[in-house]
Nanobody, 119 residues
Framework: QVQLVESGGGLAQPGGSLTLSCAASGFPFSSYAISWVRQAPGKGLEWVSG????????YYSESVTGRFTISRDDTKNMAYLQMNSLKFEDTALYYC????????????RGQGTQVTVSL
């Protein structure tokens, strides 16, 4: 059974940091790119970041470039999203998904973890 489970979300102040984790199981993790996508209230899915299966290529949306860092540990079947300098507009439900970008990462994804940036 393919499963992706996100964790690490929560409440952060503007300028703060959070690290999201994604635990994968049920498929050959090292064979797949992993993406982080988010959905803010009332908005559609946004592809935030992606990392190729071998880690040789990464993607960041313009809105998070320079602030977020994606990584993976294939020995643990884990992916991470380090989020620094958080902004109000980063508030969203964050999902990790299997695949490079949308729509693929939205088709096999976890239940999400909520990130709220507030004073």
């Amino acid at each position: 059974q393919v499963q992706l489970v996100e964790s690490g979300g929560g409440l952060a102040q503007p300028g703060g940091s959070l690290t999201l984790s994604c635990a994968a199981s049920g498929f050959p993790f090292s064979s797949y790119a992993i993406s982080w996508v988010r959905q803010a209230p009332g908005k559609g899915l946004e592809w935030v970041s992606g990392i190729w299966n071998d880690g040789s290529r990464t993607y960041y949306s313009e809105s998070v470039t320079g602030r977020f860092t994606i990584s993976r540990d294939d020995t643990k079947n884990m992916a991470y999203l380090q989020m620094n300098s958080l902004k109000f507009e980063d508030t969203a439900l964050y999902y990790c998904g299997r695949g490079w970008g949308l729509p693929w990462a939205s088709q096999v994804r976890g239940q999400g973890t909520q990130v709220t940036v507030s004073l």
